[in-house]
């Protein structure tokens, strides 16, 4: 459960500072992204962890052809879908200049084609002088890689797709 009074603390700080937006996640899957708007008030989002909430459509309409007006989050376009059914995205958890290998001049941790399992390092984001390594969450074959060596990426920027199947 959320204090709704931590929430509010973190609105009137983010409200009094220079930052935009903050974001914070749980380690149950929650997640409370702040942000200003324009008009410089707070703005909260809460996610609950996905297998919580599960998003359905109601039975009597056929699936892919939902829209607001239903009342229902209209679902992805199909290119988009199947984009996604091609491989996982593995995405960036934070603001940083991305590495793809330990040491420059030395080979990436992973290339397209490279079999990787799931918590091997994938690559580095270094964020404020910290060396991170960003590992995969599944294992599987590296189908893309997205981002370039010794270059800025932001949160939630997709880093490489994955194919879980491969």
């Known amino acids: 459960m959320i204090d709704l009074r931590y929430v ?9 500072s220079t930052v935009d937006s903050i974001e914070i996640s749980s ?3 929650l997640k409370i992204r702040i942000s200003k708007s324009p008009t410089g008030r707070g703005a909260v989002h809460m996610a609950a962890p996905p297998m919580m909430a599960p998003i359905m459509a109601p039975p009597s309409l056929p699936p892919g052809r939902l ?6 989050v ?19 958890p934070m603001v940083g200049t991305f590495y793809s290998a330990p040491e420059p001049g030395t080979k990436p941790y992973v290339s397209v084609g490279s079999r990787v399992s799931k918590g091997q ?37 997709a880093l490489f797709r994955i194919d879980s199947n491969g």
């Open 67 to 72: 829209t607001p007006a239903d009342g229902v």
């Open 27 to 29: 380690d149950k899957g």
């Open 74 to 92: 209209a679902m992805e376009e199909p290119a988009r879908a199947e984009a996604r059914a091609a491989g996982i995205e593995v995405k960036s």
């Open 121 to 157: 390092t994938l690559c580095i984001i270094e964020a404020m002088k910290i060396m991170n390594e960003i590992e995969s969450e599944v294992a599987g074959v590296v189908t893309e890689v997205l981002a370039s060596d010794a270059t800025p990426v932001e949160y939630g920027q």
């Open 8 to 16: 509010k603390k973190l609105i009137d700080i983010i409200d009094e």
